[in-house]
């Protein structure tokens, strides 16, 4: 599948393993958490970066011993309506984790803003849309009120403009 | 009130542009219907049975002459000449179509306004006292944190998509006109030995099926650290709230499964868990916001005016509104006035251009050009003189503006029903007509005294019926209308939910069985007592009997 990743559409060069397909000799793989978990020992000896898929309903404190070796996180999303991988994404940032965060399934071109802004990075994207719209969505608004999100050149958070004169100017965080 | 700087302007100015791309995407058919409908919801964009409904931001139920000016247009251009004042301090539109939807908000931004996240799952349109900043009970005014709360929510990418709609409301004065204690958030200003300010938090209220006191979760929070406390309340919801079913998806539903000791525990780790630099309230962007919404500059009147005494002394019916339209302001000579819009046989909350350019006319003259939304679905010129009361008045009446029953039987909240609603089960509107018809006479609705009679017309409960002292649900049993009668609630400080009576009545019985209700009230209060004290006294049994006894 397709990927928005940095503005550009690209290739997705991981493979996917189910909770019982075999292990490629090499190669980068990402498996669901459940794996993870039962198959740590040989994962960490894997030649090839190591990637999760971690559901809705899994807590991130139990993703912290893995973090240092994880290169990849995907958080699924079952409907475009249920908004708990934003928190979760969010959350995983917040521990420091700073490499690539994806949002997988079902996912609208006018949600990747609020996507980019909780840390994800890039983006399952289908064939539903074609890139130019969802290039287009992921760049809609050009300010945020919040503060500390992450931002994609061209978008400011309101209070940072406001108050520029009075604060130095703080490097936004960035993701991956 | 507050002003847009460029940076608000820019956003709302984006925003419209969002959604006109949206909409045209829609009309086109690259959006789906399933797909636009969340989007389309964030700008206040409902479709009702017969048309598009539009409900637009009153942030913390504030206007000017500008803004209600571009609404009474509004409502003439693209409306049938008419708007509906919500119970949550928002205007509606019933009759919009989703082509002119993005030129509507254009021109609304155009006065500082819009309809974002007035629907959908997301944090709702903060509401607050409707007499904020002019009530002489009031601690400090609660606008400037409602303005920080309305920012802070607006477009929040990590809470857009929460399980359900998120409601807060905050209130700066000790008696309670906002109704927090039934907000999914609700908050209350305290001050404390050494005069610092902090925030009461109070989660999980509400009313719709599920009728829930809310309870206190911090005491007293320190102010800088509100919007960090708000965000890791929002992210426990976010991500244990229920999704499985909408009804029971509301944050009442998670504090009541997991209770209110573990939901404050799982708050409590969150928020210790987090960075809190970037959610800091800081004094200079609180000073900013605060700025805006300084006091008038009120003159140094006497208490007394003569004018208005001797205007009181003539004529009964101004005397009549007085008693109930006006309440205490906190600069002596001044008035907050309220504006009844419940006139008899009335529709509750609609207001057609012409009263709104009335209105917007007389908060220029008379009130700094300041106007409130209140959550009774009235509308309130909050700085009045007394000297100018009577001249008021007078272009109130000649509009059918003054109806003198503010707090009285004819003061009837009621949602749209199933005269507008997809989700109505009954009717609501002709039920609040025939009630205000049955109580026309004002004199007896004075004679009853304060009463709170509420209809909602599905158990949804946008009417607020659970915390009305006369709560009216319409169902539907069998295709067949009828009305659920309940007693004794009340959303002030001592809120309570009201106790079912019986069955239900059918529509045309309704009016009968709340002057029934009514009477038995007058003959066994003691001298003074309001009908909630007297229905907490004598308990629903008296009520019963005159209901249900065999005739």
């Keep these: ?176 | 009130m507050y002003r847009y700087d460029e940076f608000d302007s820019q956003f709302v100015n984006d925003r419209v542009s969002q959604f006109r791309d949206q909409a045209n995407r829609r009309l086109t058919g690259e959006l789906s219907e399933d797909e636009f409908r969340p989007l389309r919801l964030m700008n206040g964009l409902y479709l009702q049975l017969h048309a598009y409904m539009l409900r637009i931001a009153v942030p913390y139920g504030s206007l000017d002459s500008a803004k209600l000016n571009t609404l009474a247009y509004i409502a003439e251009k693209w409306d049938r000449g008419y708007g509906h004042f919500t119970t949550r301090q928002n205007l509606q539109f019933n009759w919009i179509k989703l082509e002119d939807t993005a030129d509507i908000l254009a021109k609304l931004a155009e006065v500082e306004m819009h309809a974002i996240q007035t629907s959908g799952n997301c944090i709702r349109n903060v509401t607050t006292d409707q007499w904020a900043g002019a009530a002489a009970d009031e601690i400090a005014d609660p606008r400037p944190i409602g303005e920080l709360v309305r920012q802070w929510s607006s477009l929040h990418p990590e809470f857009s998509y929460l399980p359900r709609k998120f409601k807060i409301a905050v209130t700066g004065s000790p008696n309670d006109r906002a109704a927090v204690r039934v907000h999914d958030i609700g908050l209350r200003l305290h001050l404390n030995d050494r005069g610092e300010r902090g925030w009461e938090v109070l989660v999980g209220g509400g009313l719709g099926r599920t009728p829930v006191i809310a309870v206190t979760v911090r005491d007293f929070l320190p102010e800088h650290e509100l919007i960090a406390y708000l965000e890791a309340i929002m992210r426990v919801y976010n991500l244990y709230g229920r999704r499985d079913n909408k009804y029971k998806a509301r944050i009442k539903i998670l504090v009541h499964e997991i209770g209110a000791e573990k939901f404050r525990a799982e708050v409590e780790t969150e928020y210790a868990r987090r960075p809190h630099a970037d959610t800091k309230v800081e004094e200079r962007e609180l000073q900013r916001i605060s700025a805006y919404f300084a006091a008038p500059q009120f003159e140094k009147l006497p208490r007394w005016s003569a004018t208005f005494e001797e205007a009181r002394a003539k004529n009964k019916d101004f005397a009549n509104w007085v008693r109930t339209n006006i309440a205490a302001h906190r600069a002596d000579g001044y008035a907050i006035v309220n504006i009844s819009l419940k006139p008899e046989g009335g529709i509750p909350g609609d207001a057609t251009a012409d009263q709104m350019r009335v209105v917007a006319d007389l908060a220029q003259r008379y009130s700094f050009d300041e106007i409130r939304v209140s959550h009774h679905q009235n509308l309130v010129l909050p700085h009045v003189k007394r000297d100018d009361l009577f001249a008021i008045w007078k272009v109130l009446q000649a509009s059918e503006l003054a109806t003198s029953n503010i707090g009285l039987a004819g003061d009837i909240i009621a949602c749209p029903g199933l005269d507008y609603c997809s989700l109505a089960t009954a009717r609501s509107i002709p039920i609040a007509q025939s009630i205000s018809r049955k109580f026309a006479d004002l004199n007896r609705q004075h004679e009853i005294g304060p009463l709170r009679i509420n209809i909602s017309g599905c158990i949804n409960a946008c009417g607020h019926h659970h915390v009305a002292h006369i709560g009216i649900l319409g169902l539907d049993k069998k295709g067949e209308e009828f009305y659920q009668i309940t007693l004794g609630g009340s959303s002030a400080d001592s809120a309570s939910i009201g106790t079912i009576l019986g069955p239900g009545f059918a529509g045309e019985d309704v009016p009968e069985a709340i002057e029934k209700i009514v009477n038995t009230y007058l003959a066994r209060r003691q001298p003074g007592e309001e009908f909630l004290a007297a229905y907490r006294r004598l308990g629903p049994q008296p009520f019963k009997e005159a209901l249900y006894a065999a005739a």
């Design chain 1, 1 to 176: 599948m397709p990927l928005l990743k940095n503005g550009s559409i690209i290739i997705d060069d991981w493979i996917t393993l189910g909770l019982d397909d075999p292990k490629p000799d090499s190669g980068d793989i990402v498996v669901p958490y459940a794996r993870l978990l039962k198959e740590w020992e040989s994962l960490t000896d894997h030649d090839g970066r190591l990637g999760v898929i971690f559901t809705n309903i899994d807590r991130v404190e139990a993703l912290t011993l893995f973090l240092p070796r994880l290169a990849l996180i995907v958080l699924p999303f079952p409907s475009f309506t249920d908004g708990r991988a934003y928190s979760l994404a969010r959350q995983i940032r917040e521990t420091g984790y700073g490499r690539e965060l994806r949002a997988a399934g079902n996912v609208l071109p006018d949600q990747v803003q609020f996507m980019l802004q909780v840390g994800f990075d890039s983006f399952e994207i289908g064939d539903r849309f074609t890139a130019e719209v969802w290039l287009k969505a992921s760049r809609q608004m050009s300010l945020a009120y919040q503060r500390g999100l992450y931002r994609t050149p061209g978008q400011h958070d309101v209070w940072s403009e406001r108050h520029r004169e009075a604060e130095p100017w703080l490097e936004q965080p960035h993701a991956g």
